[in-house]
């Protein structure tokens, strides 16, 4: 029915199984709107937000997908500046991936400022001191350049290229990409940076608290670090769940490696710069605001040391070796791990540095104040994970994510020659992907 | 957000945070005007409708 929309060259499964497939995900989103509707008609009430978190399960919802949608603005980074030109083969799934993701934050902060209608007070009234305003002047603009990068790929949709001005506009914006992509990773730096910054400059807080090179603070680096290193690895994850889906594999293994490569380094630098972060906040930092690291770890239900060693130790430093070293990286179930345990460790850092540092006492007479979600936050924070899985659905089904998927799953090979990606998989015996199987006519 | 605007100062604060957020969009939206205006003229020459 829906063949002529499909991109040439690739099968895809009857029309029927893709909509009974996505129903289970449309019943979330349906349920995530009802919640929406519920906090924007009642008011913020429905949440479990207090005076004590002003901040939630929606900011650390927002700061998790931002850190995770870093995948574009690096990978556009490293294709159009630093010339990395494999990465072409995964840069448009890298681009979908941060399309959603900031458009899932732009959407959780719209819930989450209770009156959206009142949204562009942020601009027209900005607050020039503090570091949200540049987030949000960030945001925004950095979403207008993924919907640039995004415009390309959906243009290229077979029926739309047929048409002379898209096919032209088309062209035209893949000739000036580049500039974009700089556009994109001048906002990227300074949003994920401000984000982190504004846990830094908490003196009120001093498990937030770090020390400034010169106006930042050390979280504006390491938050910036993070969404860089981490970011790919979101991507990759992503590819590799959408390979699973599909029974397809879509991108080569050489273009995977590259990236979980260049990922690994990010995170081995970034792990030995948190750390030693960690270990100055420790002995220096938190000493001289008269607290000492106990303080932060003990005398609660939830956080104790074992949140420190999970998100710097088992998802910091495991999934940035697994990734540095050929043989580990280069294995099918260990990249696994690591892009798992990655993901979990910047998600996890990111709920660190929202929510509990509004859970540790300030005062001696202050007990730790713990939160929970109502289930309104969480219907509303699904929300956009829904909408992520229609929305790669729908550009998978009908736009050329990945320029390789015709070459690596050809649907009618000629009898007696081998696929090409048999081939690949003949001459690397031990190649992680080697249980995929090319698609069948 | 504008200087017009009767809350705007000129202080190293607006015109660090509004020259940024002025200077990308202006980025952006002259690329695209480049590429939209040059996709009409193409289009006009006849470029792009004999690709498939």
Not at chain 1, 24 to 33: A, C, D, K, Q, R
Not at chain 1, 346 to 369: D, E, G, H, Y
């Amino acid at each position: 029915m829906d063949t002529a929309l499909m991109p040439e060259g690739v099968k895809r499964c009857p029309i029927w199984k893709f909509m009974a497939g996505l129903t289970p995900v449309v019943l979330v989103l349906l349920w995530g709107i009802y919640a929406m509707l519920l906090c924007w008609l009642k008011g913020l009430n429905q949440t479990n937000m207090n005076n004590a978190y002003g901040f939630a399960l929606w900011i650390w919802a927002d700061l998790a997908v931002i850190a995770l949608g870093g995948g574009a603005f690096f990978s556009g980074f490293l294709k159009y500046l630093v010339g990395k030109d494999e990465l072409k083969n995964i840069i448009n799934f890298a681009v979908l991936i941060g399309f959603i993701c900031y458009r899932s934050a732009l959407l959780i902060l719209a819930i989450d400022i209770g009156q959206p209608l009142r949204g562009w007070f942020i601009f027209w009234h900005a607050n020039v001191h503090s570091m949200l305003t540049e987030v949000a002047f960030c945001l925004t603009a950095y979403f207008f350049v993924l919907c640039i990068e995004y415009i390309p790929l959906v243009l290229e949709n077979r029926q739309l290229d047929r048409v002379p001005f898209f096919h032209n506009l088309t062209h035209n914006m893949h000739e000036i990409m580049a500039i974009f992509a700089a556009t994109g990773a001048f906002l990227s730096f300074f949003h994920q940076g401000s984000l982190g910054g504004v846990a830094g400059v908490l003196f009120g807080r001093p498990f937030g608290f770090r020390e400034h090179i010169l106006i930042w603070p050390f979280t504006f680096f390491l938050f910036t670090w993070s969404a860089a290193a981490y970011g790919p690895c979101f991507t990759i994850l992503i590819t590799k769940i959408t390979e699973a889906v599909t029974g397809k594999k879509l991108v080569k293994d050489n273009v995977i490696w590259l990236l979980a490569k260049i990922s690994g380094w990010m995170m081995l630098t970034y792990s030995i710069a948190k750390t030693a972060d960690t270990i100055y906040w420790a002995v220096v930092t938190a000493p001289a605001k008269g607290f000492v690291l106990s303080d932060f770890y003990t005398n609660n239900a939830l956080y104790g040391y074992w949140i420190l060693v999970l998100e710097v130790g088992i998802c910091g430093w495991l999934p940035a070796l697994l990734l540095v070293f050929k043989k580990t990286r280069e294995n099918r179930k260990l990249l696994w791990l690591a892009v798992i345990l990655g993901v979990i460790g910047v998600s996890l850092n990111r709920w660190v540095m929202v929510l509990q540092v509004l859970a540790v006492p300030v005062m001696p007479f202050i007990k730790w104040i713990l939160y929970y979600p109502s289930w309104q936050e969480v219907a509303t924070t699904l929300l956009p994970v829904a909408y992520g899985i229609i929305l790669v659905a729908f550009s998978y089904r009908y736009l050329p994510v990945f320029p390789q998927e015709a070459e690596l799953n050809p649907i009618d090979p000629p009898v007696g020659e081998v696929a090409p990606s048999e081939l690949e998989t003949a001459s690397t015996p031990d190649a992680p992907e080697g249980d995929l199987q090319p698609a069948q006519a | 957000m504008f200087p017009f605007s009767f809350e705007w100062i000129w202080d190293m604060g607006h015109m660090v945070f509004h020259g940024g957020l002025w200077y990308a969009l202006t980025i952006i939206g002259l690329g695209m005007t480049y590429c939209v205006i040059k996709a009409a003229v193409d289009s006009s020459k006849g470029k792009g409708s004999h690709h498939h």
